[in-house]
């Protein structure tokens, strides 16, 4: 049983910083392919980056020069350090995961493994 637990959110000044962290249990990181998402208040939930196994990253261009995704093997987490926060990136973040190489990183609907979310708020 795969499970994805967040942390690292909370409220931060437009400019600041925050890393967000995603625990995977159940298996070894490794096998996963991997994605930040995040969804803004009534809006659709939306790919922020993406990174496979052999540690290749893809940005959405709204966080491309901001945002820096990368993953710890040995401690079977994910992270997503945010840089030069702005108020549009609010929204609730989710880490997710996929044994089979996704077709589109970027939609929801590759990936079966999903953690609660943590909320980020720019202010």
């Known amino acids: 049983h795969v499970q994805l637990v967040e942390s690292g959110g909370g409220s931060v000044q437009a400019g600041g910083s925050l890393r967000l962290s995603c625990a995977i249990s159940?298996?070894?990181?490794?096998?996963?392919?991997l994605a930040w998402f995040r969804q803004p208040p009534g809006k659709e939930r939306e790919g922020v980056a993406y990174i496979e196994k052999d540690g290749s990253t893809t940005y959405a261009d709204s966080v491309k020069g901001r945002f820096t995704i990368s993953r710890d093997n040995a401690k079977n987490t994910l992270y997503l350090q945010m840089n030069i926060l702005k108020p549009e990136d609010t929204a609730m973040y989710y880490c997710a995961a996929e044994i089979r190489c996704p077709k589109g990183w970027w939609s929801r609907y590759e990936y079966t493994y999903w953690g609660q979310g943590t909320q980020v708020t720019g202010s």
């Open positions: 159940g298996r070894s990181n490794e096998n996963y392919f």
